[in-house]
């Protein structure tokens, strides 16, 4: 009666965002390279942009949210969540929550949910690709996040928020600086493929 159990199922939007993104990157960027120069607006608006990102996660996913380390206006909310989305690390709910629970169970392997007892492939990509059970939504450690408006409204409607919040900072910028595509491959997918 005892049936294996299933493999985890996986994750389909983590296994975009980290394996066919650069896949892609891969093969857009060298050929693009080849047949255009990228501008040097194109080369800083990646740099730029991943300041941007990255602080949406230290400043906003990781101490505003997962550790209520201060206090924050709703524009500044706002603007962090808007910047966090940009660095598609799923949603301030699902990333805060998961963080809550590593720091309690650092050393508990089958509740941590990126053990680095399970390996190195585990720890850092593997614990994303599938959904494992450690690693399944259970937002009991996050009742302050559950009433926060801003933190729900970003995990409701995460998917056409990642790419509304690219589409409106990169298409200003590439048109701003005339290199519509040199920005969208360097300041949006190399971007991306370097902070993850
Ligand atoms: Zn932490």
């Known amino acids: 009666m005892n049936a294996p159990l299933p493999k985890a199922p996986i994750n389909w939007i ?14 857009a960027i060298p050929l693009y ?61 699902f990333w805060a929550s998961g963080h809550r629970t590593h720091h309690r169970h650092v050393d508990d392997v089958d509740q941590d949910p990126y053990s680095i007892n399970k390996g190195f492939w585990y720890a850092h990509i593997g614990w994303m690709l599938r959904d494992y059970p450690a690693g399944a939504p259970n937002y009991k450690n996050a009742p302050d996040l559950l009433k926060d408006k ?18 409106a900072i990169l298409l200003p910028i590439g048109w701003a600086v005339g290199d519509v595509w040199g920005v969208l491959l360097l300041g949006g997918l190399m971007r991306l493929i370097l902070s993850h």
């Open 33 to 93: 390279a080849y047949h255009h120069d990228f501008s040097a607006a194109a080369w800083i608006s990646m740099f730029v942009l991943l300041g941007v990102s990255s602080l949406g996660i230290t400043a906003g996913y990781h101490r505003l949210w997962a550790h209520r380390a201060y206090e924050a206006t709703l524009p500044l909310k706002i603007i962090l969540m808007i910047m966090g989305t940009f660095a598609v690390q799923n949603s301030i709910l």
């Open 14 to 27: 983590a296994v975009f965002a980290l394996v066919l993104l650069p896949i892609i990157a891969l093969i």
């Open 150 to 167: 801003v933190v729900m409204f970003q995990d409701k409607y995460y998917v056409p928020l990642v790419i509304a919040v690219h589409a």
